[in-house]
């Protein structure tokens, strides 16, 4: 087949199974969009209002998909509004695929108009990346980029095509990428390490399993579940572990970190033994390093080495797909339940209910709660609801209080902590998951710096349930400026406009709420829409998210008030 | 506290455009100064090599030579400590010709360097002397005072006194093809 570079990068992505793609077409990638056009009864593009949009719409459904999802722009100012989301998805390890075009191979380095060397400034922040010149490269380099983007711990991949690469024509063939030999994206799972694991893991009085996104990515829901319930062991969850196993079930016993629960936070000091799952003991979850679980023999099942040691030092690596090894691992442990040191954690529980959780859900003032409004959509989706949540107050309190009955069913923007995700990302997660009702939660400050995709859900009319959490505040930096910073609030404050005639202009149903009494059938009505819609929640300005723990203080600091 | 040592990162790799770049982004993130650096072609077709020296703790070492490993188009990466390897640095001095004969004593310090006279010519000459940095030092100290015109010295270069197995990853690699 003699065809373009262009059209090659379309037969491309066909052949990797993609059917949708993100982006904004510019100058330089204006040949691939000429294919686009051609190909758009196999392959739909999402025209987003900013190429930043573009990322974290890719983000959104390579989440809820588990594929890998693909973003494209132009070269110059289009490349460089990518790099948040790229940013986000190699610190998220999100499966990501990122085409920029770029000025003509003759062009490169003469500061030609919307030349940039993407290359350099993306590649910190991405898994790989590579810069096309002739368009014979294509299909071996889009095949490459796939594989290392989906395969290992996922990540972003961005690929830079020349324009001069996008017209020439050449003899298309295809072949997917099964290995290449500088590259090992899982380590071998050895048979020892399973063994001491085991051992360590039977003889432990009082383990505590803390889980991260690797049980998601690693599609290891169920062997996890099953390990957790044949050795008993009570196991909470990082930002990007939850929704790995159900909320309610007996054995979950709530987030760590700095505004997770309070027992999972006390008791990594106090347990006897620490299985870290697909989890990077991040500075958000650990606090302190120098005084966290030191009492503990540690076992940190990972498929990325470079993360063994890195923060914490584990007595056993299992190195490895968590998929396999806690499948290994499972007749190797026996049967067991530590009901008195489960206990500890329910009696810890009861007394963050009582100090923050029940002012949080059932308040008595006058004003609304984040908290209350997370407990409304939880009422009226029954916990199965795709929940999206940007970065902030809004956040941590959705995260804490929503409920999740299935996996994947969590996006948000954790390592990076990017305001602005949200929104975009719902786009994308209802897209990879469009049997599901999907909600984002936003706050009016990261809601406001990706506002404008509101046209591209009124453009594809795309079902999202947006909910807005506004205090007009940028809220979490207000409640660090309250406590550390001697209530200085430095610009933090907002004046916001109407977002109800906003969402309105945008053709979306829309509608406010600031009295209790409104906010259930607010949110009833906002999930029985089978069109897109925003709810704007007016809630009290200055709440805190409790529990805390201060920055750089230890996991046994946490505090409740 | 740790003590820092110096430590000579090898990497193996593909030899693609931006591998570069990656490598030095690893050292810039985490604000680490690199003491030499230098690239050239392995004792393997097309398998590129990185000599990379740094000072720094083992516990810091060992994270940054994860980090490198972990980069897609490298194929391998050790580091080792001054013992584990043989290296060598080159140095390049050019002095004025007339040095060599106004200033008598300037014969002897060549002599005693055994450094080589790689080229003269009415104006200047050129000596080149290869070993350890502090053999390269004196040289550079002795002949400092006779006016050196430019002087320069190369990254280091080693080979380790153990075992690499590159051939062996790859050939296992094709193997399982």
Known sequence: ?561 | MEEKQLYTISIYSENNIGLLNRISAIFLKRHINIESFSTSPSEIKNVFRFVIVVQMTQTKIKKIVGQIEKQVDVIKAFYHTDEETIFQESALYKVKSSALFEERHIQNVIKESHANIVTVSPEFFVIEKTGFRHETEKLYNDLAPYGLLQFVRSGRISVTKSKMGISEILNTFKKNK
Request: charged share 20%.
């Open chain 1, 1 to 561: 087949m003699h065809i373009s570079g262009a059209e090659a990068v379309i037969r491309c992505l066909l052949e990797e199974g993609v059917d949708l793609v993100y982006g904004y077409p510019g100058g330089a990638i204006m040949p691939i969009y000429d294919e686009l056009f051609k190909f758009q009864d196999q392959l739909n593009h999402v025209l987003t209002r900013h190429e930043q949009g573009a990322t974290h719409m890719a983000q959104g459904y390579a989440r809820t998909s588990g594929r890998v999802g693909v973003a494209m722009a132009t070269s110059g100012p289009g490349a460089t509004n990518l790099v948040t989301g790229i940013a986000d998805a190699q610190i998220d390890s999100t499966p990501m695929v990122c085409i920029t075009g770029q000025v003509a191979a003759h062009l490169l380095g003469s500061d030609a108009f919307q030349e940039t060397d993407i290359i350099g400034i993306s590649t910190p922040v991405t898994k790989w990346n590579y810069q096309v010149t002739h368009a014979e490269e294509i299909p071996e380099i889009m095949a490459k980029a796939f594989y290392i983007a989906r395969s290992g711990r996922p990540g972003p991949v961005l690929i830079d095509i020349t324009k001069n690469a996008q017209f020439d024509f050449f003899d298309f063939s295809y072949e997917t990428c099964t290995g290449i030999r500088s590259y090992v994206p899982k380590p071998t799972l050895t048979k020892e390490t399973l063994i001491a694991a085991a051992e360590l893991i039977n003889a432990a009085k009082k383990p505590m399993i803390v889980w991260g996104q690797g049980v998601l990515l690693g599609n290891a829901e169920e062997e996890f579940k099953a390990l957790v319930e044949k050795t008993g062991i009570p196991a909470a969850w990082t930002i990007l572990g939850l929704s790995g196993l159900p909320t309610a079930h007996p054995l979950n016993v709530g987030m760590v970190g700095m505004h997770g629960n309070y027992g999972p936070n006390l008791l990594t000091n106090e347990c006897d033994l620490l299985l870290a799952i697909g989890m990077r003991f991040d500075d958000r979850v650990t606090g302190s390093l120098d005084t966290y679980a030191k009492q503990a023999k540690v076992i940190h099942f990972e498929i990325d080495p470079a993360e063994v040691n890195k923060n914490v030092t584990a007595d056993i690596a299992v190195l490895g797909d968590c998929k396999e090894s806690l499948a290994q691992l499972l007749p190797l442990v026996i049967a067991n339940s530590h009901p008195e040191w489960l206990a500890v954690f329910e009696g810890h529980q009861k007394t963050e209910y009582q100090k923050v959780i029940h002012q949080d859900l059932n308040p008595t003032k006058t004003g609304l709660t984040m908290g209350e409004a997370v407990e409304a959509i939880n009422r009226h989706t029954g916990g199965d609801a795709v929940i999206v949540t940007d970065v902030g107050q809004h956040q941590m309190v959705t995260c804490r209080y929503a409920k999740f009955v299935k996996s994947k069913s969590n996006v948000t923007s954790g390592g990076l902590g990017t305001m602005g995700f949200a929104l975009p990302a719902a786009i994308g997660a209802k897209m990879g998951a469009p049997e599901r009702e999907v909600v984002a939660v936003i706050g009016d400050g990261g809601y406001q710096m990706t506002i404008q995709e509101l046209g591209t859900i009124f453009q594809g009319q795309i079902p999202v349930k947006i909910v807005v959490l506004n205090n007009d505040f940028l809220g979490m930096v207000r409640q660090w400026q309250q406590l550390f910073f001697d209530k200085r609030y430095a610009s933090t404050e907002m004046i916001n406009p109407d977002f109800v005639s906003i969402a309105k202009a945008y053709h979306i149903d829309a509608q406010s709420v600031s009295k209790r009494e409104d906010l259930d059938g607010a949110v009833q009505a906002m999930i029985a829409s089978e069109k897109p819609y925003f709810l704007e929640v007016c809630v009290e300005k200055e709440d805190n998210v409790f529990p805390m723990i201060p920055s750089g203080a230890s996991v046994s600091d946490i505090r409740l008030e």
